[in-house]
């Protein structure tokens, strides 16, 4: 079933989702090259207990960590560890926290260092997806035709979306229904009505969508090894206009001044 919330509920879902998007600017601020995932895991968990709230992903299904951080052609839940990040890798953070018991979810990518041109521009356009399926999610429209403005956008530059992890609803779970593909067709999927809030996050990969699950029942790595971008709000729905619940404002700030 899906779980409509009231304003009061969507207030804290903002406050949870605003706290996650703090704590990308945190770990933003420690992106370089030579320093390691875990070292940012622990960035970000440290951060989010300072802030009185819990991380939403340790322990989910087992997962073992705060973030995941995905690196090149790993396109998401990567776990943190040993990898020492190198200048010229794209990294997806993917960040959930638990707050006042609702959940906020987010994902940004990054580059480190200077990266070549094709790097920045699939980050740039999955970036770019991520708010034009935000432009469709209005009330009345379906998921399909959130996934439709996505996939019609990458698919142009000759990327492709991932077909195998998708968006979801979030609230005081961290994956509620409905589903909320990256890909569609208009018209298609569940009605959009006020109350929902739906984490939209496309996955977006320079080469073919197939992907593969690595041995450790995580990583999620494209199977032609070529890159993948990852970036994530939450959203609201609402009369008329759509409320993005999440924020990459200090996230920005933090890259504008590096
Ligand atoms: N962040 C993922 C999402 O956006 C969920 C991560 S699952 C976890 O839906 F187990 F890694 F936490
Ligand atoms: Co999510």
């Known amino acids: 079933m899906i779980y409509y919330k009231t304003d009061e509920?969507?207030?804290?879902?903002?406050?949870?989702?605003?706290?996650?998007?703090?704590?990308?600017?945190?770990?933003?601020?420690?992106?370089?090259?030579?320093?390691?995932?875990?070292?940012?895991?622990?960035?970000?968990?440290?951060?989010?207990?300072?802030?009185?709230?819990?991380?939403?992903?340790?322990?989910?299904?087992?997962?073992?960590?705060?973030?995941?951080?995905?690196?090149?052609?790993?396109?998401?839940?990567?776990?943190?560890?040993?990898?020492?990040?190198?200048?010229?890798d794209i990294v997806s953070v993917d960040c959930g926290v638990l707050l006042n018991g609702f959940y906020g979810d987010s994902a940004y990518s990054f580059g480190v260092g200077e990266i070549p041109e094709e790097k920045r521009l699939l980050m740039e356009r999955t970036k770019e997806s991520l708010y034009r399926g935000i432009e469709a999610a209005k009330a009345g429209k379906r998921t399909g035709d959130i996934g439709y403005e996505i996939q019609a956008y990458v698919e142009q530059f000759g990327y492709s979306v991932v077909r195998d992890l998708v968006g979801h609803g979030v609230g005081r779970h961290l994956h509620e229904k409905p589903e909320v593909p990256n890909f569609g067709k208009r018209g298609a999927g569940t009605m959009l009505q006020p109350g929902l809030v739906i984490c939209i996050e496309p996955m977006i990969n320079a080469g073919r969508r197939q992907v593969v699950q690595e041995r450790d029942g995580w990583t999620i790595r494209t199977a032609d090894r070529k890159p993948s971008a990852h970036f994530e709000h939450a959203i609201a729905i609402r009369e008329g206009k759509t409320d993005i619940l999440s924020s990459f404002e200090e996230i920005e700030k933090v890259l504008e001044s590096k």
């Open 9 to 88: 509920e969507i207030e804290l879902i903002r406050l949870s989702s605003l706290l996650v998007g703090k704590t990308l600017a945190e770990v933003a601020r420690h992106i370089r090259p030579g320093i390691t995932t875990a070292e940012l895991d622990k960035v970000a968990e440290d951060f989010i207990r300072d802030h009185g709230a819990i991380p939403g992903f340790k322990g989910y299904m087992g997962y073992p960590a705060t973030l995941c951080v995905s690196v090149n052609d790993v396109v998401v839940h990567g776990i943190p560890g040993e990898q020492v990040l190198q200048e010229g």
